[in-house]
C-alpha cells in the first residue's frame, strides 16, 4: 500500500513538478528518436545552455497523424500560449501541403524559423551497378520495375516525392509506376538497400553519413543548390542534370494567437541558436547544412513551399 | 584480447562512485516506472531524458542513468504481471500467464525472485553477446528484407494456438480480433487512412499501451466493481520470502535456451522484446514435457519470457549502435538521446567513440548486476503489495493507469480508448476468450502487413517472393510445424489422459 501510494505520488509529483520547472514547452509531434524530437531537444537544449531562456525547455512527445494531432491540439487548444514552440520540418508542410492535416491549413500557425537543413540525398549500395544519377534515371526509363526506392516516409511523403521530382525532370512522367516501399526510419531503409531488397535508397544526409563513412554505400547525388561542405566529392543533382533541390529544414512554429512581441522574442532566441558555436557543432555531427530563414521571410518561404508540393502532388496524382 | 582492453576502457569510464550512484538511482526509478501499469521503458527514458540535462550530466554519466533506467523497467514490467495480472509494459505481457497463477498458489515470492533472476541471466549474457558479436550480428539484418519479416511474423502468429486458452479457436478469435484494430490508422503503403472516420487521434493506429492497460487493468477494475469486492482476483496468499535454489536450478536451462531467443529476436530491428518473450515462452513449451501445466503456474513458464524479454533489450542495441536502426521503442528513445549529445550511432560508431559504446556496455552490466542485489531484497517490499486491501488498491491502479496513458500522448482520446478496451476485456473475459492473443495481434499486425504489403511492391504482386530465400523457406517451415504440431501433440497427450479419467 505505502509502495503505490509513494509511487503515485512520486508519480503525480514529477509530472507537476515538470511542468511547473519549466519555462516553455517545446512539442516533438512525434514519438522520440526522430527528427522533430531531436529539433525539439537540441535547440531546446542549446538555448538554455547559451541563456537565451532562464529555465531548461521542456519537450513534450505528441505523437499522432504525422504531426497532425499536434498540429491540431496548437491551432484550436493553445493558440495564445507564448510559451510554446513546437518542432516543424519539410515533412509539416509537405501534408499540409497535401490536406493530410484533416483539413488545417499553413496559415493558422506563425512559422518561426529554419535553422539547418538536411539535405535530400539518392543512395545506392557500394556494389550497385549505378554509378551516376543518370544511370538510375535511364534503368527506370527503361523498365520502371526494376528498381525499387526505400525511404523513411511512407507514400507521397518527401522521401518518396525527391525521387519522383528527379524522374519529372527527366522527362518521365509515368511516376505512378515507380516502386517505393516507406520502411520505419532512413537507417531501415538503408539497410534493406544495402540487403539488395531495394535498389536505391531516397533519404536525408543525417540518415546517411554513418554509413557513407564506413563504405557500406554510394551517394548519387545530393539535392542541394551547391556541394555540401565536408561532402565535397558528392555531386549535387543540379550540376547532373536534373534541377531538384530538396532540403529537410529544421525549424519552429508557434500558436497563431500570440502577439508580434512574442514572435519577434522567439524568432530573436532562435536566431540566437543558429549563431551559437554549440549549433554549428550539432549541425557537422549530424549532416545537417547550414541553412538559416528566421522571422517574417520564412513564412513567404513557407507559403511558396506549400503551393509547390501541392501542385508537385497532383501532377504525381497523391491529391486530386 | 582487444576485448578486454576496450571493456577496461569502458569501466574506467562508468566505475566512478558518481556513476555507480548514478545506476542505482536510474535502477530503482527505472524498477517503479516497469512496474507502474502504462509506464513502459520507452516513456520512462523520454520522461527522464531531460534531467540529464538539469543536472548537466556528460555524455557518460546520462548514457549510465539511462541505460540503468532501462534495464530497471524492464525488470520492473513483471512485478505488476506477477502480483497484479496486469503487465507492467508489453515485454511483460506473457510473464502474466504463469506468474499470476503462481502468486495465486501464494507462491508470488518465489515467482519474483526466479523472474529477478531469469531477468539477470537474459540480460547479462545478451550483453556478453553484445560485446562479442555486435559487429558480426550487424550484418543479420542485412539478411532480412520484407519477405523474410513477413515469415517471421508469421511464425509468432502461427503458434499462437497453443497458448493462453485450451480452446484453440477463441486464441484465434481474439488474435484476428487484434489483428483488426491494428488495420486502424494511416495505411504505410497507400498513405490514405482506414477506420480512422476523420479523426485525427486515429490516424497513427492504436496504441498498444492504451490496449493493454485497458484490457487487463481497467477490465479489472470492471469485475470488481461487478463482484463488489468480494470476488475479486486480486488478494493472493502471501508466504515468506526465501531464495527458491531449486526451482532457479530447473530453471536454467530454460533461461539459457529463451536467452538465445531473446537476444536474436531483440537484434532484429523491429521485432523486439515483445517477440523475444513471446517466442522464448512458446519455445520453452513446445520442449517442454509438461506442456498443460504452462499457464497454471509453472515456474518455467516465468523463467522464458523474462530471460526472453530481457536478452532482447540487450540484443536490441546490436542494430540501434551499428546500424542506427532501433530495434525496439526504448532504443528509439536512447537514439534520441544519443543524437542529443551529438552521438550518431551508425557502422562506425565502434572505431570513432569507443569510449561511448564501451562505457555503455560496462554501464549495462553495472546496472545489471546492481539490479540483481537491489532486486532479491525488494521482492520483501513488493509483496506487500498483495497486504492491500482490494478497495484501496484498485483505485490506486486506476489512478496510475490514468496518469500513464495521459502521459503517453496528452490527450483525453487515449483515455476513452483505454476505458473502450476496458468495457472490451470485461465481455471477453466473461466468454472467456483470452485477451494475450488481442495485444499481439495489435502490436505485431502493423509490422506483419508492412512486410506483406512491401513484399508485393517489391515483386509485382508475386507471391512466390515470399518463398524466394533460404532464410525465408525456414521460417515458413517453422511457422507451419508451429501450428500444425500442437493439433498431433494434443492427441498424443490426451491418451493418457483419457485412460486415467
Redesign the interface.
Known amino acids: 500500500?505505502?509502495?503505490?501510494?509513494k509511487?503515485?505520488l512520486?508519480?503525480?509529483l514529477?509530472?507537476g513538478m515538470?511542468s511547473t520547472a519549466?519555462a516553455a514547452e517545446c512539442i516533438a509531434p512525434a514519438?522520440?528518436?526522430?527528427g522533430w524530437?531531436?529539433t525539439c531537444?537540441?535547440i531546446g537544449?542549446i538555448m538554455?545552455d547559451i541563456k537565451a531562456v532562464d529555465s531548461?525547455i521542456?519537450?513534450?512527445?505528441?505523437?499522432?497523424?504525422?504531426g497532425?494531432?499536434a498540429y491540431?491540439?496548437v491551432v484550436n487548444e493553445r493558440n495564445t500560449d507564448e510559451d510554446l514552440i513546437i518542432a516543424a520540418s519539410s515533412a509539416t508542410t509537405t501534408r499540409l501541403a497535401q490536406n493530410a492535416?484533416?483539413g488545417a491549413t499553413a496559415d493558422q500557425v506563425r512559422f518561426v524559423g529554419a535553422i539547418g537543413a538536411d539535405p535530400g540525398v539518392i543512395a545506392v549500395g557500394a556494389d550497385s551497378e549505378f554509378t551516376s544519377l543518370s544511370q538510375l534515371v535511364d534503368a527506370i526509363k527503361a523498365n520502371p520495375?526494376s528498381v525499387?526506392f526505400a525511404g523513411g516516409s511512407?507514400?507521397?511523403?518527401f522521401d518518396h516525392l525527391k525521387p519522383l521530382m528527379i524522374l519529372q525532370r527527366a522527362g518521365f512522367t509515368d511516376i505512378t509506376k515507380v516502386?517505393?516501399?516507406?520502411?520505419?526510419?532512413g537507417?531501415?531503409a538503408?539497410?534493406?538497400t544495402?540487403?539488395?531488397?531495394?535498389q536505391a535508397m531516397t533519404g536525408d544526409m543525417?540518415?546517411i553519413?554513418?554509413?557513407l563513412?564506413?563504405g557500406?554505400i554510394r551517394v548519387l547525388a545530393v539535392l542541394t543548390e551547391d556541394r555540401i561542405p565536408g561532402f565535397d566529392d558528392i555531386p549535387t543533382a543540379k550540376e547532373q542534370g536534373f534541377d531538384v533541390v530538396a532540403v529537410n529544414w529544421r525549424g519552429l512554429y508557434i500558436p497563431k494567437g500570440v502577439s508580434d512581441e512574442v514572435f519577434d522574442t522567439w524568432a530573436d532566441r532562435l536566431a540566437k541558436v543558429a549563431a551559437s558555436d554549440e549549433w554549428k557543432?550539432?549541425m557537422v555531427?549530424?549532416?545537417l547544412a547550414p541553412f538559416t530563414k528566421v522571422g517574417g521571410d520564412f513564412q513567404s518561404y513557407v507559403d511558396g513551399l506549400v503551393a509547390e508540393i501541392q501542385q508537385l502532388s497532383k501532377d504525381i496524382g497523391?491529391i486530386q | 584480447m582487444e576485448t578486454f582492453t576496450n571493456l577496461a576502457l569502458g569501466f574506467s569510464v562508468a566505475l566512478t562512485p558518481f556513476t555507480l550512484m548514478l545506476a542505482i538511482i536510474g535502477c530503482f526509478l527505472g524498477t517503479?516506472i516497469g512496474?507502474?501499469p502504462g509506464?513502459g521503458p520507452?516513456n520512462g527514458?523520454?520522461?527522464l531524458?531531460?534531467i540529464t540535462?538539469?543536472l548537466g550530466l556528460d555524455a557518460t554519466s546520462a548514457l549510465v542513468l539511462m541505460t540503468s533506467v532501462y534495464y530497471g523497467a524492464m525488470y520492473g514490467g513483471r512485478i505488476s504481471s506477477i502480483l497484479l495480472n496486469i503487465p507492467g509494459d508489453e515485454p511483460a505481457l506473457m510473464t502474466t500467464l504463469d506468474g499470476y497463477p503462481m502468486a495465486k498458489q501464494g507462491k508470488a515470492a518465489d515467482a519474483l525472485v526466479l523472474s529477478g533472476v531469469s531477468s539477470f541471466v537474459g540480460a547479462f549474457l545478451a550483453t556478453i553477446g553484445l560485446i562479442i558479436l555486435a559487429p558480426l550480428l550487424a550484418r543479420v539484418?542485412?539478411?532480412?528484407?520484407?519477405a523474410e519479416y513477413f515469415a517471421l511474423y508469421l511464425l509468432a502468429f502461427c503458434t499462437l494456438g497453443g497458448m493462453a486458452s485450451n480452446n484453440q479457436a477463441k486464441s484465434a478469435i481474439a488474435a484476428c480480433l487484434g489483428l483488426g484494430i491494428a488495420m486502424i490508422g494511416?495505411d504505410?503503403?497507400?498513405?490514405m487512412p482506414r477506420f480512422t472516420y476523420?479523426n485525427?487521434?486515429l490516424?497513427?493506429g492504436v496504441d498498444f499501451l492504451v490496449a493493454i492497460v485497458g484490457l487487463f487493468a481497467i477490465a479489472e477494475v470492471f469485475f470488481f466493481i461487478e463482484s463488489h469486492g468480494k470476488n475479486t482476483a486480486l488478494g493472493v496468499r502471501l508466504e515468506r520470502v526465501t531464495i527458491p535454489f531449486k526451482m532457479i536450478r530447473n530453471s536454467f536451462w530454460t533461461m539459457i535456451r529463451s536467452t538465445f531467443i531473446g537476444f536474436f529476436a531483440g537484434v532484429l530491428?523491429?521485432a523486439g522484446a515483445s517477440l523475444g518473450s513471446f517466442m522464448a515462452y512458446m519455445a520453452q513449451k513446445a520442449v517442454a514435457k509438461d506442456p498443460e501445466t504452462y499457464g497454471k503456474g509453472n515456474p518455467r513458464g516465468v523463467a522464458a519470457p523474462e530471460a526472453g524479454n530481457n536478452a532482447a533489450a540487450g540484443g536490441a542495441l546490436v542494430p540501434m549502435l551499428t546500424?542506427?536502426?532501433?530495434g525496439s521503442?526504448t532504443t528509439?528513445?536512447l537514439?534520441?538521446l544519443l543524437?542529443?549529445l551529438?552521438?550518431?550511432?551508425?557502422?562506425?560508431?565502434f572505431a570513432?567513440r569507443p569510449e561511448v559504446v564501451w562505457g555503455l556496455i560496462a554501464s549495462l552490466l553495472i546496472a545489471n548486476i546492481v539490479l540483481l542485489i537491489m532486486n532479491v531484497p525488494l521482492v520483501k517490499?513488493?509483496v506487500?503489495?498483495l497486504?492491500?486491501p482490494p478497495w484501496?488498491?484498485l483505485p490506486?491502479?486506476t489512478?496510475?493507469s490514468f496518469?500513464?496513458i495521459y502521459?503517453l500522448?496528452?490527450?483525453y482520446f487515449d483515455l476513452l480508448l483505454m476505458v473502450g478496451f476496458g468495457v472490451l476485456g470485461y465481455f471477453l473475459r466473461k466468454l472467456d476468450i483470452p485477451t494475450v492473443p488481442v495485444i499481439l495481434g495489435i502490436l505485431l499486425g502493423n509490422q506483419m502487413e508492412d512486410s506483406l504489403r512491401?513484399a508485393m511492391?517489391?515483386s509485382?504482386g508475386d507471391w512466390a517472393f515470399l518463398f524466394s530465400t533460404p532464410i525465408a523457406i525456414g521460417l515458413w517451415i517453422a511457422a507451419i510445424g508451429g501450428f500444425v504440431a500442437p493439433m498431433f501433440l494434443r492427441k498424443v497427450l490426451k491418451k493418457p489422459q483419457a485412460i486415467t479419467d
Open positions: 500500500m505505502k509502495l503505490i501510494k509511487t503515485a512520486g508519480a503525480v514529477s509530472l515538470f519549466y514519438n522520440p528518436g526522430g524530437d531531436f531537444r537540441q537544449k538554455y531548461p521542456q519537450v513534450t512527445n505528441m505523437a499522432g497523424a504525422g497532425g494531432l491540431s491540439t492535416y484533416g520495375g525499387a511512407a507514400v507521397g511523403g516502386k517505393y516501399i516507406g520502411v520505419d526510419g537507417a531501415d538503408i539497410t534493406q544495402i540487403g539488395g531488397f531495394t543525417s540518415e553519413v554513418g554509413f563513412k564506413s557500406d557543432q550539432a555531427d549530424n549532416g497523391v | 517503479i512496474a507502474l509506464l520507452s527514458v523520454a520522461i531524458i531531460p540535462f538539469t539484418a542485412y539478411l532480412f528484407g520484407p494511416l504505410n503503403t497507400s498513405g476523420g485525427l487521434h490516424m497513427d530491428p523491429g546500424l542506427g536502426v532501433p521503442g528509439a528513445v537514439l534520441a543524437m542529443t551529438n552521438i550518431t550511432p551508425g557502422p562506425t560508431l570513432d517490499i513488493f506487500y503489495v497486504q492491500v484501496v488498491l490506486g491502479v489512478m496510475i496518469v500513464g502521459s500522448s496528452g490527450s512491401r511492391v517489391l509485382d
